[in-house]
């Protein structure tokens, strides 16, 4: 009687952990996922403005700005 119920408390410690972990694995990809829009938003905005910025520039004799 006392090995099944180890045996039961060491299952249901076992499966805690595991649902755990998989919790801790979808909040770490949600916060990679936003991190990388993010990244992806800041770089397409600043190409943007980059962009902008050398078409307001005048160039010189040489194509040196």
Do not use: C, F, H
Not at 17 to 31: C, F, L
């Amino acid at each position: 009687m006392a090995d099944n119920y180890l045996e039961k408390k060491m299952e249901a410690l076992q499966a805690r952990k595991a649902k755990e972990q998989r919790a801790r694995q979808i909040a770490w990809k949600k916060r990679m996922d936003a991190y990388r829009k993010k990244l992806q938003e800041q770089s397409v905005s600043g190409a943007a403005a980059a962009d902008a910025g050398d078409a307001t520039k005048p160039e010189g004799i040489d194509g040196q700005v």
